[in-house]
């Protein structure tokens, strides 16, 4: 199983970022997927999250300025990050899981967003 992250860089506040993590090796389409995010000396957090029908969930920091997607055709989810702020600066890992209790539970390696001027 592989989740590849791409997409992250330095971008000015206010600024846009587009992620994305392709993944292999699972049966993507019924995998819930979420991008989580860790800055540093912090815990890591969920961000947002897709489940399979399509619905979705964000942490209330990101409410309205970012959004996710996926394509289940290129086996791909994206996080469509907008008016991003200093303190959305964290590594941000994509994440994929199935089955009670998150039986199967992936992660990719990350991917880094720094939000400077």
């Known amino acids: 199983v592989q989740l590849v992250e791409s997409g992250g860089g330095l971008v000015q506040p206010g600024g846009s970022l587009r992620l994305s993590c392709a993944a292999s090796g699972i049966i993507f389409r019924v995998y819930t997927m979420g991008w989580y995010r860790q800055a540093p000396g912090k815990q890591r957090e969920l961000v947002a999250a897709?489940?399979?029908?399509?619905?979705?969930n964000y942490a209330d920091s990101v409410k309205g300025r970012f959004t996710i997607s996926r394509d289940n055709a290129k086996n791909t989810v994206y996080l469509q990050m907008n008016s991003l702020k200093p303190e959305d600066t964290a590594a941000y890992y994509c994440?994929?899981?199935?089955?009670?209790?998150?039986?199967?539970?992936?992660w990719g390696q990350g991917t880094q967003v720094t939000v400077s001027s």
């Open positions: 994440n994929a899981i199935w089955g009670t209790n998150r039986r199967y539970d992936y």
């Open positions: 897709i489940f399979t029908d399509d619905t979705t």
